[in-house]
């Protein structure tokens, strides 16, 4: 049986970062190198532009190579965008590591088929802001290619209240299909900061390397947050046992309606049950897989990717 999780038991450290926000070369309101510097002044590791990736902004990959040292670096990417999602809109994906020759869209490309084609090009492929854009679980399959669900995008729960993209990702999971999840915010800066800072990953790597960032993403060796840090995560048989900055709710979930929660005042460390995921009321099978929500006294949340049970067998 499994003991110590990844990333948690991986050499390296975390990283903090995001990997979708926007300047003035597309729709933003601050300039790139404005940008990438609030980023770093706020305490950030590592991020991305991600701009529109569409003619009416001539097509932008940023070029943010300029602005990496020792002690922060930037990843290449944009927030590309196809033809259509099951209610006739653009699809909106995040596409991080792409080269900046990536060529544009074709006339006839479909969002499903842009997608493979930004894979197949090196990039970590992320289905941006699902609440936001009203995706179905049908959408959300059709990007075969997809590593990660995008389960919280701050500038959407600040604008419009449509930041969580766990509905997704919970349905899709319990599909079999294995993916993780991203924090971000997808900010713009219209309105000073209020849609910047509330979202991010912790990515474990080994050094600050874009390309190590990159295979860390694509891995899933990372966990998303708000505020909360999670220090340590091991499974021995049904018990899971947690190290964490203090926080008031720890739950874990996963693909049916059992938790197994302990709350208090600023706990910081747990062992928890995981057979109680298994037991109830007309509960027909197991859960196949499971996930920790970590959330503090101010409301703010951390949250694991999805953790496979048959994983731990293995």
């Known amino acids: 049986m499994s003991s110590n999780i990844a990333p948690f038991d991986l050499p390296g450290r975390f990283w903090r970062g995001n990997i979708h926000t926007h300047s003035t070369l597309s729709d933003g309101a601050l300039p790139p190198e404005t940008v990438v510097a609030a ?4 305490g950030y590791d590592f991020m991305m532009l991600s701009e529109h990736f569409v003619s009416g902004f001539d097509w932008p990959i940023a070029d943010t190579r300029g602005w990496r040292d020792a002690e922060f670096t930037t990843l290449i990417g944009a927030e590309i965008h196809a033809p259509k999602t099951e209610v006739g809109e653009l699809w ?3 596409a991080a590591g792409l080269p900046l020759d990536f060529p544009p869209r074709g006339e006839n490309e479909s969002g499903p088929e842009l997608a493979r084609r930004a894979a197949e090009a090196g990039a970590f492929i992320g289905i941006a802001h699902p609440a936001w854009s009203q995706l179905t679980v049908a959408d959300g399959h059709s990007i075969d290619v997809a ?8 500038g959407c729960f600040v604008e419009t209240d449509r930041g969580d993209g766990w509905y997704l990702l919970d349905q899709m999971l319990n599909d079999g299909k294995r993916l993780s999840a991203y924090a971000c915010d997808d ?3 219209r309105d000073h900061d209020r849609d910047a800072f509330g979202g991010w990953v912790q990515v474990r790597s080994e050094s600050l390397d874009p390309d190590a960032l990159l295979k860390a993403l694509k891995a899933g060796h990372y966990y998303s947050s708000q505020g909360p840090r999670i220090d340590a995560l091991s499974i021995e048989g049904q018990t899971l046992r947690i190290a964490c900055s203090p926080v008031n709710t720890i739950a874990v979930v996963g693909g049916n ?4 929660t302990q709350s208090g005042r600023h706990i910081d460390e ?5 057979a109680e995921l298994d037991e109830g009321w007309l509960l027909e099978r197991p859960t196949a897989w499971i996930r920790v929500t970590l959330i503090d006294d101010q409301g703010r949340r951390a949250w ?3 953790i496979w049970r048959s994983d731990l067998d293995s």
């Open 187 to 189: 900010a713009h800066f």
């Open 257 to 260: 309606s059992r938790a197994a």
């Open 270 to 274: 747990a062992v928890i049950d995981l």
């Open 39 to 42: 980023y770093r002044n706020a």
């Open 92 to 94: 909106h994906l995040v």
């Open 304 to 306: 694991t990717n999805p």
């Open 147 to 154: 590593h990660a669900v995008e389960i919280y995008n701050h």
